[in-house]
């Protein structure tokens, strides 16, 4: 089993910065792809960002491009969202992703594991 540690949530002005991390523990794998999902109030999950670890390919929404970066850290079981230009529709609970046999990066059904979420509120 995999378990995914989301933190860096909180609540910033429209304009603001947060940065999200997400450490990873238990099983490892020699390949996997970790990406960051989103969840509005009476809305569906969705993709914000993704990457694929060997190669670091990342992968983004058309609505955070630009103004979010995704990223590996030292360690292997590390990821981060830098989320910068924050608006108010950015707000939701942001999650961690992971699986080792991920085809489509933005396709959250394929991800097996999954954090249990950070609040992110960006007021207006």
């Known amino acids: 089993q995999v378990q995914l540690v989301e933190s860096g949530g909180g609540l910033v002005q429209t304009g603001g910065s947060l940065r999200l991390s997400c450490a990873a523990s238990?099983?490892?794998?020699?390949?996997?792809?970790m990406g960051w999902f989103r969840q509005a109030p009476g809305k569906e999950r969705e993709f914000v960002a993704g990457i694929v670890w060997i190669g670091g390919s990342t992968y983004y929404a058309d609505s955070v491009k630009g103004r979010f970066i995704i990223s590996r850290g030292n360690a292997r079981n590390t990821v981060y969202l830098q989320m910068n230009s924050l608006k108010p529709e950015d707000t939701g609970v942001y999650y961690c992703?992971?699986?080792?046999?991920?085809?489509?990066?933005?396709?959250?059904?394929?991800?097996?594991?999954w954090g249990q979420g950070t609040q992110v509120t960006v007021s207006s």
């Open positions: 992703a992971a699986d080792p046999d991920i085809i489509r990066v933005r396709n959250l059904y394929e991800y097996d594991y």
């Open positions: 238990g099983r490892t794998f020699s390949s996997y792809a």
